[in-house]
Nanobody
Framework: QVQLVESGGGLVQAGGSLRLSCAAS????????MGWFRQAPGKEREFVAASTRNGASTYYADSVKGRFTISRDNAKNTVYLQMNSLKSEDTAAYYC????????????????WGQGTQVTVSS
């Protein structure tokens, strides 16, 4: 079992920045790819970013490329999402995911999920 705990969400003005963190615990040796997804009210959960275990490969949704950066600190079993130039359309609950069992870009491709952290961008 792997437990994931997100933090760092909050309220920010458009154009501002936030950094989300996700700390993994438990059977962390099994954690390969870690990713971030988000879900806005009334919408499906969508892929945001992902990173392989060594950080050599990173993946981004087109909507966040150039604004968001995913990084990992394996010594701390933590993945980060640095979000810059935030827009109102980035408002959503952000979820951390770990242990990829399928597609990197699909929510069904991950075995473990955090409880989510809310990001609200005011315009």
């Amino acid at each position: 079992q792997v437990q994931l705990v997100e933090s760092g969400g909050g309220l920010v003005q458009a154009g501002g920045s936030l950094r989300l963190s996700c700390a993994a615990s438990g059977r962390t040796i099994s954690v390969n790819t870690m990713g971030w997804f988000r879900q806005a009210p009334g919408k499906e959960r969508e892929f945001v970013a992902a990173s392989t275990r060594n950080g050599a490969s990173t993946y981004y949704a087109d909507s966040v490329k150039g604004r968001f950066t995913i990084s990992r600190d394996n010594a701390k079993n933590t993945v980060y999402l640095q979000m810059n130039s935030l827009k109102s359309e980035d408002t959503a609950a952000y979820y951390c995911a770990a242990v990829r069992i399928g597609s990197t870009y699909s929510s069904s491709g991950y075995q473990y999920w955090g409880q989510g952290t809310q990001v609200t961008v005011s315009s």
